[in-house]
C-alpha cells in the first residue's frame, strides 16, 4: 500500500483548518494561580527529551503530589529520584537543554503541558528542598519554562484512564522480570528468572529515595 503522506504544514492546515483563538491565547509564559495549584496536586508526570541528534525518549517521573518544587513564576524544579541509572533523560539534556513535560494529576481530565529549557544541578540548598523521607536526591532537573498551557480534557475522556473499569488486571501479562528474561535470554532456568524478579520487587520496596 502507498502511503498517503502529508509533508507541509500547508497541507496539514488544509486537512485539520486552524485552531480556535481560544487556544492560542490560552499558552502563557509563566505560571498563574491555577498551573500553580495543578503541579502541586500532581504525582506524576511525562518528562520528554532528545539528544544532539534529534533522537527522542519519553521518561515517567513519579513521587509525592507535590514533588515537583516551584522556584519562582517561570522556573521548575523536578528532583532525580533513584531509577535503573541509564540516565537517558539526564544525558539527553546534557546534550539539548530543551524539554517538555506532561503534569497529570489523577480525577482531573485535564493535563498541563510544559515546554522549556533545563538543566542539571547538585547545589545542596536546592536539593535540600526535595528531601522526602529523609532522602536527598543525588541531583535536580532545573526547568525554565517558556510555554506552559492547560490540555483539554479529550484525550484522557476518550481513554477512561481515571474510570474504575478501565483498571487491566496485571495478571493478564507476566511480572516485568519474566518479560525481562524472555527478552534478553529466554534459556533461563526458572530459578534464575525468580531471582531476578526477586531482585525487582527488592528494588521497589527499598529503594524508591
Known amino acids: 500500500m502507498e ?12 486537512l485539520y483548518g486552524l485552531p480556535m483563538e481560544l487556544v492560542i491565547k490560552k499558552q502563557k509564559t509563566q505560571l ?3 498551573s500553580q495549584k495543578f503541579i502541586e496536586l500532581s504525582p506524576f508526570m511525562l518528562l ?14 513519579g513521587d509525592h503530589a507535590g514533588f515537583i518544587q516551584i522556584w519562582d513564576d517561570s522556573t521548575i524544579i523536578l528532583p532525580d529520584r533513584p531509577g535503573n541509572n ?3 533523560s539526564l544525558s539527553n539534556i546534557i546534550q539539548n537543554p530543551h524539554v517538555g513535560l506532561l503534569v497529570l494529576v489523577p480525577g482531573f481530565s485535564e493535563c498541563l ?4 529549557t533545563a538543566k542539571i544541578i547538585t547545589n545542596a540548598s536546592v536539593l535540600e528542598r526535595c528531601e522526602y523521607q529523609g532522602k536527598l536526591p543525588k541531583s535536580a532537573i532545573v526547568i525554565s519554562i517558556k510555554e506552559i498551557y492547560f490540555h483539554c480534557a479529550k ?4 481513554s477512561k484512564l481515571w474510570e474504575p473499569e478501565s483498571i487491566v488486571d496485571r495478571n493478564i501479562m507476566p511480572s516485568l522480570g519474566k518479560i525481562l528474561m524472555a527478552q534478553i535470554d529466554p534459556s533461563k532456568s526458572a530459578e534464575e528468572v525468580k531471582k531476578v524478579e526477586e531482585i525487582i520487587e527488592d528494588r521497589v520496596k527499598n529503594t524508591l529515595y
Do not use: H, W, Y
Open 32 to 34: 498563574d494561580k491555577f
Open 155 to 158: 484525550a484522557i475522556t476518550r
Open 86 to 88: 541509564r540516565l537517558d
Open 3 to 14: 502511503l498517503e503522506q502529508i509533508d507541509s504544514v500547508e497541507k496539514l492546515r488544509e
Open 48 to 61: 520528554a527529551t532528545s539528544d544532539n541528534q534529534g533522537n527522542m525518549d519519553c521518561s515517567p517521573r
Open 113 to 116: 503541558r510544559v515546554n522549556g
